[in-house]
């Protein structure tokens, strides 16, 4: 089996401030995904990666930025942290990008801005 | 777009007890429906994927029926057990938008003693 791994899982920023979330998976999958969960949201598609150095915008991708720097990891940007912003992300992959459905997440990194 | 709907945010129940989640969805084509779930600080894990057969799919006691007709894909267990606790996502992807999934706002299950 693999493993996402999200770090750090706790991340408290200040208003304005950019920060970043990283993302590392070991199963060698080619697509790898970022998520924003918010209560009676659900999950919120904010950038996803079909393959290594490409980059798609999600649902959700304005105040954010990301990266593929190799085929195991995927950053996120907040470009401009907002006041009282509390959401947490989930980093997630799957095997490729036809492969419908089967995603693996990791435990997510929970974002508090003061 | 394609959207799903759980009309429920929170579900309390009594251990025993039958368990239906509701998952509703508007799509213009025929997707793929799926319930992820998520236990008290850990990762959501798939629990149950539709299949294009209309076999009926089963884990862990849950089972779910993807009905056409009526755009759902309740989520059913028979008997609610404590460590049924958790939350639960209905989501779709469609063939030809690859892995991508579209998420419903999630329902909370408590099971209580």
């Known amino acids: 089996g693999g493993i996402i791994t999200q770090t750090p899982k706790f991340l408290i920023g200040q208003e304005g401030q950019k920060l970043t979330l990283k993302c590392q998976q070991n199963?060698?999958?080619?697509?790898m995904y970022w998520y924003r969960q918010d209560s009676g949201k659900g999950l919120r598609l904010i950038y996803y990666?079909?393959?290594?150095?490409?980059?798609q915008k999600g649902d959700l991708s304005e105040g954010y930025d990301a990266s593929r720097e190799k085929k195991s990891s995927f950053s996120l940007t907040v470009t401009s942290a907002q006041k009282n912003e509390m959401a947490v992300f989930l980093c997630?992959?799957?095997?490729?990008?036809?492969?419908?459905?089967?995603?693996?997440f990791g435990e997510g990194s929970k974002l508090t801005v003061l | 777009g394609d959207s799903v709907t759980q009309t429920e945010g929170l579900v309390t129940l009594t251990e025993g007890l039958p368990v239906m989640l509701n998952c509703t969805y508007q799509s213009t084509y025929s997707p793929f429906l799926f319930w992820y779930v998520q236990h008290l600080n850990e990762a959501p894990k798939l629990l149950l994927k539709?299949?294009?057969?209309?076999k009926r799919p089963e884990h862990q006691g849950f089972h779910a029926t993807l009905h056409k007709s009526s755009s759902s894909f309740h989520l059913q267990k028979s008997s609610a057990q404590l460590s049924d606790s958790a939350l639960y996502y209905c989501?779709?992807?469609?063939?030809?938008?690859?892995?991508?999934?579209?998420f419903g706002g999630g329902t909370r299950l408590t099971v209580r003693p």
């Open positions: 539709s299949f294009t057969d209309n």
């Open positions: 199963f060698n999958h080619d697509t």
């Open positions: 989501a779709l992807s469609l063939a030809h938008a690859g892995a991508k999934l579209t």
């Open positions: 990666s079909i393959t290594e150095n490409d980059l």
């Open positions: 997630a992959s799957s095997i490729s990008w036809g492969e419908a459905g089967q995603l693996y």
